[in-house]
């Protein structure tokens, strides 16, 4: 008996919306570091000649009429059948010979997820300082709020295991779906890497297609979406106890008339105070509730994770 070790069906992912300047350098690249995979590019309704210029570079094309990248990584995920799927940006601005290290640790760490760090190196133009800002910004809030340790929640450039990609449920519609998969991943306790690559800036002519501020603000909305979705003990247990201190700010100063005139001066306010308190004892008990129907939702998921059976690239044989 010897061990032979197959080879994982690589597929990689690239969704597009107007790139026909940066699709056909990411094919040729992808196609130099992991010759053997298959490259998928996944058009958003593009209005130039992505399509026509993906098709001449190779790469299976295929037209995603949801608009939005969150609607796109859906279909990808949902379409392609592979072991290990790489996820990375149509803009040629991530470093392709990066890949086989993404898919390597993956591979030999055993984990679902691993992330392509933007390291810039002076080039990344258009990895503006308000966007580094904002990505600092939300990827502590994750952090704090989900715990992990991840250091760029929002790159692009993925590696996923098979068990990932089909026990994701990929609600997002646009650019917060980098937030959904992070969350996922924490939520699910699925284990996660981090390698560091290069990030450059996009080729003259091409334009990016995030908004700074209307994103981030979208991306800030599903964090507190998530956190309420998935930590309602918590949330709830804050806005309860937020209404129950102004409750009680405005009774102190009502029971202390009482005690020393004998009245109830501002009967509305005694009303008001006694409704904020009721609605924060109320608010932590929704929380109870939804804590109760989240776990039931985590246990769903984790059986969903568990039906897809691991990557396992040794085969036994007989001579």
Sequence with gaps: MNDSYLQPRVAVLIPCYNEEISVCKV??????????AEIYVFDNNSTDNTCTVA???????????????????????????????????????YDASSARALMQALIDQNLDMVVGCRIDEGEAENYRPGHRWGNQLLTRSVSTIFGG??????????????????SFPALAKGFEIETELTIHALELR???????????????????????????????????????????????????????????????????????AGDVPRLPTAILSFGLLLAGL????????????????HEMKRLAYLSVPRLDLRRRHAQ
Excluded: W
């Design 27 to 36: 094919i040729d690249d992808f196609r130099a570091a992991l010759p053997d």
């Design 55 to 93: 098709r001449s570079a190779g790469a299976t094309v295929i037209t995603a009429h949801q608009q939005g990248k969150g609607n796109v990584v859906r279909r990808m995920f949902a379409d392609v059948d592979a072991d290990v799927y790489i996820m990375v940006d149509g803009d040629a601005t």
């Design 149 to 166: 340790e991840f250091t760029d929640m929002l790159s692009g450039y993925r590696a996923f295991s098979r068990r990932f990609v089909k």
């Design 190 to 260: 699925m284990p996660y890497g981090e390698i560091q690559t290069r990030y450059g800036a996009r080729l003259e002519g091409s334009v990016s297609k995030l908004s700074t501020y209307k994103d981030g603000f979208r991306i800030l909305c599903t964090i507190m979406r998530f956190y309420m979705t998935e930590r309602p003990v918590h949330f709830f247990s804050l806005i309860g106890g937020l209404l129950a201190c102004v409750s009680l700010l405005l009774f102190f100063p009502i029971l202390a008339h009482y005690v020393n």
């Design 282 to 297: 109320l608010s932590f008990l929704c929380g109870l509730i939804l804590d109760n129907v989240t776990r039931g939702r």
